[in-house]
């Protein structure tokens, strides 16, 4: 008995500073990171569209933090620059991910602009990439005998939809494929360069 409430004092002791080293100061160190110039806030749409992006668990399979060239190919993946704190301002909560079952997402904007690609990915993957391992999301959309006024037609290839119909994006798919468009961190960034115990910043240009 005299000795339990030494332990549970160090125990407390420990799990004090571990908070310390891992939670507190690196939280105190990005406390000052301001947004680029270069970086939006999301839209209301793309806000949403991120929502989905969450509950879809696309973190699972996705990252979205391209690596520094000395740990990982991922600039000659063409997946951009290595990311940098500030680019996750307006992410909360981040999804930076640890899987890579897909490629990293953080510069897909960037990649493939197009609205029609990521809707036709959306629905159908393999439409794309025949070998993608991807799930589609046509809960996403609708089946339709002809389009309406307003409809987002969704160009699908025949062997992927069902014959006479058309594909109409939701609301839900038109959200993210807007979210998925605002990934672009291509600007020129400041990198935080934490070498040496350091905290100095020093411009990392689009690799």
């Given at each position: ?5 030494p ?5 407390l ?6 908070t ?19 970086l ?58 640890t ?70 994006a ?13 990934l ?24």
């Open positions: 008995m005299n000795r339990i409430l332990l549970v004092i160090v125990a002791a420990i799990l004090a500073f571990a310390l080293l891992l939670v507190a100061a690196p939280a105190a160190q990005i406390t000052s990171v301001e947004p680029p110039e270069d939006q806030p999301y839209t209301p749409a793309q806000a949403r569209g991120r929502d989905h992006y969450v509950s879809l668990g696309c973190v699972y399979c996705h990252t979205q933090q391209p690596r520094d060239p000395a740990q990982g190919p991922d600039a000659q993946r063409g997946w951009g620059r290595p990311s940098t704190p500030a680019d996750y301002v307006y992410d909360q909560p981040h999804q930076l991910g899987m890579r079952t897909g490629p990293d997402l953080l510069n897909v904007g960037a990649r493939l602009p197009s609205r029609s690609w990521q809707l036709t990915h959306l629905y159908q993957p393999r439409a794309i990439t025949p070998s993608s391992l991807m799930p589609g999301f046509p809960f996403l959309f609708e089946e339709k005998n002809s389009a309406g006024e307003g409809d987002v037609v969704v160009p699908v290839p025949e062997r992927y939809r069902p014959e006479g119909k058309v594909i109409v939701r609301q839900e798919a038109l959200d993210l494929a807007d979210y998925l468009l605002s672009d961190r291509t600007y020129e960034a400041t990198r935080l360069d934490l070498r040496d115990n350091g905290f100095q910043a020093e411009e990392a240009g689009n690799r």
